[in-house]
């Protein structure tokens, strides 16, 4: 009884059928976890859409990228990267990732704020709110002006900054 399926008879075809069917399938899982990791971020922007309490700060590390970090009430951490050429994306890191059963154990940390510098930038948070299309708009007030930062929430690169009046009310984009 025949299937219609024929198994590689020559050792080149076994070589080339079996990589070949690697690579294709390790794209699919790339997207699969890309996929997943987008909708995660995504729900963590939800959950903490509220976390507004500290301003940031920061480090300068050493590859010339200013990064800085709040934690949230809920045990996660929203991370901040700015590198050269004003290029800016958040990050979130879910409490779970250390593998603790209670967010409760980070209140002591609640009001946490990284160590401030001249060097640095400083930014306030005025208010963020989230758009049914994927986006978060995050207004934050810095020493040039008030600035509406429009955030892909799947990978939290800062897709575009606006100048915004900050005497406007939010939810106004």
Do not use: H
Request: include cysteine; charge should be positive.
């Amino acid at each position: 009884m025949s299937s219609g399926f024929k198994l590689p008879e020559k050792w080149w075809q076994w070589l080339l059928v079996y990589p070949g069917l690697a690579v294709a399938l390790i794209q699919v899982v790339v997207d699969y976890l890309k996929s997943q990791e987008g909708k995660q971020q995504v729900a963590l922007w939800t959950k903490n859409i509220s976390c507004i309490e500290a301003p940031f700060a920061g480090v300068l590390i050493e590859f010339n990228v200013q990064t800085s970090a709040t934690i949230c009430k809920s045990g996660d951490v929203l991370v901040r990267f700015i590198a050269p050429g004003d290029k800016r994306a958040y990050r979130w890191v879910p409490v779970e990732l250390f593998g603790l059963r209670s967010a409760g154990t980070f209140s002591l940390f609640g009001n946490a704020i990284a160590q401030t510098s001249s060097s640095l930038q400083q930014q306030w948070v005025v208010c963020q709110w989230t758009q049914p299309n994927g986006w978060v708009v995050r207004r934050v007030k810095e020493q040039e002006g008030c600035f509406n930062e429009f955030i892909w929430a799947a990978t939290g690169e800062v897709r575009r900054r606006q100048p915004v009046d900050c005497r406007a009310p939010c939810r106004s984009a």
